[in-house]
């Protein structure tokens, strides 16, 4: 026994590392850190949420669930507009606010500066055959002037836009842009699946007759199910038919007497869970999570500046929830080393393929993360030889975490 | 001290219930025995799925599971074609079915003969002009005779139809109704929510182009994904053209390369449970399920007409997963009641509505949740004073299930 302890000692003494081996952890699709724009991480209390009981989705302690949730996600819009719930993506609530008010003979104004308000705009096109595109390079922000020119001699129903572009990293100036919009008239569709719970978002004060969001990014709850909320101006728009265009998707089908409905089978267990997240929010203080959102955005910005990398967005314009960084030719290689290291970063989208990764940094995200990210992303670029100033990124965070006063 | 104690157990023994102390367990709806016929109860390893953390709907790891699921529904339907998920509920793969084929000039015949082939009607109506409805008494199964009748002398493009209706608990013969359907060469779309995963479904042998089915009903997984499975005609009809009528649920958005492919954001959480819920199936092998699910519903409706009461279906038409027991202007009355019991019956739906109650008998539905469900409808009806014969129903479900040779 003791001797087999001795040479067991002895021989771990002289044991050598094989040339070959492997002593990194291998991190699996479990374990990753999701610095994704959504879907986010989800907090351990949510996660815990989501596997309570499956319940009924016509039984009155869901709908009271229900109801918190849309009331909530009203109320983080800045307004008391009805919040009506999808069990589909962010995609369904974007088809059902255009196919339940957007008529074949429509015109419809669509702002596309991304992959995002780019889906918009085809969705309309889906639905209308009189849609007119304003585009603008992918990176820049859609302004007042922008608005201004393309609503210049000319009428339109409806117009549609996105708040933050998730695929760019740019965030539109809403009140600049809703102010010229509003002066032509049309109703105004508007995704803010990346901002509504962690941006600040006026649906009252902007005038946005259909908002449009999603669980699984901003409001920090699981992928699944997504709202629109409808301003008076937009219900009188739906009141008028008495049908939309998409059986499954028309608000009509989830409004009874001026409140939400369930027609169909709900989702109930990704509503329990987002119900928690949205406890959270308040938990945190909408006032408090906007600003660590905007910290955050700028500590990663910073860090990305440091290590000599190009953001993507127009300066002054940069989103709050979700950076791109310019990465030309090797931007997937970049997103594929960074799971070695236990880290998903995403790519581009469209057209952005393989010149941008994205740093989500919405929900859970905090220094943490921040650091963990821009670490691993050093790692990353140095693995692939890709020229860059190591170690200045988590530096450059770091000096902006200590302006901000935090901790 | 010692005084203190023997003065407590002297009040202890002297106490007196207070006439109006309520000594029974108060369930809240975490705690209700769900024998809905859908959503249903998860399997505790489900539930532990649910809550596994966020996978990126674009990881390699997420899409082998959405692979194992999409090809195992495939599987447990008898055919090798093509299923698509969707996110959202079964009336979400309805439309999809119907939307991505049927043309606003197609002609359709649908067969209505309770509340789920009633939506099949809806939907498509709302996307063709050119609609017949063949009506039939809720209750009563759609044969092959009524199928001859539908289409004597007329061709239609499509046909609508469920395998198994939930809203009556009535199991349509489809061995006779497909024959016939395809002697007319339609397209054929087919509600299999509440059979796929519970009951013998015959895809290739009944040729059945559009197989509808959803998470939360026979194959035991959450509510909030669905799925259409199609055939090679099916697949050739939507290739014909580029654009379905219903831009979320287009399942042209759904394949790529005639593989599944995600284009929006999936409920990741869901399709994990789900495929942890079908692994279950395949443990238990379907043909037991099947039988387990058969003689379950044998002992439900031999409870129920030992007690008195009468079935809605049709006989030999019943249902395998749901029976509809009629309580004629009580049922609302017992599904309130069986709350307090912990239990949850389903009231009817549309006009069935107070005239009978729904008892699922699918997934984690076994002996013992029979026979609870069995002796609380027993104990509600004496509360509500319904006649009845007291006691019998669970003597009538026990000399099934000893008669099967269970245990």
Redesign the interface.
């Known amino acids: 026994m003791i001797l087999a302890f001795i040479l067991f000692v002895f021989k771990g003494r002289k044991a050598k590392l094989a040339p070959d081996a492997n002593i990194k952890l291998k991190y699996?699709?479990?374990?990753?850190l999701?610095l994704?724009p959504?879907?986010?991480?989800?907090h351990p209390r949510v996660?815990?949420a989501?596997?309570?009981?499956?319940?009924?989705?016509r039984?009155?302690?869901?709908i009271d669930s229900l109801n918190f949730v849309t009331k909530s996600i009203s109320n983080l819009e800045g307004t008391n507009n009805l919040t009506v719930p999808i069990?589909?993506?962010?995609?369904?609530a974007?088809?059902?606010a255009i196919?339940s008010m957007v008529k074949r003979e429509s015109k419809v104004l669509s702002f596309v500066n991304g992959a995002f308000s780019e889906r918009l705009y085809?969705?309309s096109r889906?639905?209308s055959d009189n849609v007119t595109p304003y585009f603008k390079e992918w990176g820049k922000a859609i302004t007042g002037e922008d608005v201004k020119k393309a609503l210049e001699d000319k009428e339109f129903d409806f117009v549609t836009l996105v708040h933050n572009e998730t695929s760019t990293g740019v965030l539109n100036p809403m009140d600049e842009v809703m102010q010229e919009v509003n002066k032509g008239g049309a109703i105004s569709i508007v995704d803010g699946v990346t901002s509504v719970g962690s941006d600040r978002v006026e649906v009252d004060r902007w005038g946005i007759d259909a908002m449009i969001t999603?669980s699984?990014k901003c409001l920090g709850g699981?992928?699944?199910?997504s709202f629109v909320t409808l301003s008076k101006r937009a219900l009188s728009v739906i009141e008028k038919s008495d049908?939309g265009?998409?059986?499954?998707?028309d608000v009509r089908n989830y409004i009874k007497g001026g409140k939400v409905d369930v027609?169909?089978?709900?989702?109930?267990?990704?509503v329990i869970a987002l119900q928690e997240a949205i406890a959270m929010i308040y938990e945190e203080g909408l006032d408090n999570r906007i600003n660590r959102h905007r910290l955050m955005g700028k500590a990663v910005r910073a860090g990305a500046q440091a290590m000599g990398l190009e953001l993507l967005a127009e300066r002054g314009h940069e989103s709050n929830t979700v950076t791109a960084i310019k990465i030309p030719d090797k931007a997937e290689s970049v997103v594929s080393q960074g799971k070695r290291y236990g880290v998903?970063f995403a790519g581009g989208q469209g057209k952005l393929t393989e010149k941008i990764i994205r740093i989500g940094h919405m929900n859970t995200v905090g220094e943490r993360e921040v650091l963990t990210g821009l670490s691993v992303l050093d790692a990353v670029l140095t693995d692939l030889g890709i020229a860059h100033e190591t170690g200045k990124g988590t530096l450059a965070a770091l000096k902006e975490f200590s302006s901000a006063g935090s901790n």
Request: glycine content about 6%.
């Open positions: 699996d699709d479990d374990d990753l999701l994704t959504g879907p986010v991480k989800l996660l815990k989501l596997s309570s009981p499956v319940r009924y989705h039984e009155k302690s869901f069990t589909g993506s962010g995609t369904a974007m088809d059902s196919s085809n969705i889906y639905y999603a699984q699981p992928p699944g199910v049908r265009q998409n059986y499954y998707l027609p169909f089978t709900t989702a109930t267990p990704l998903l």
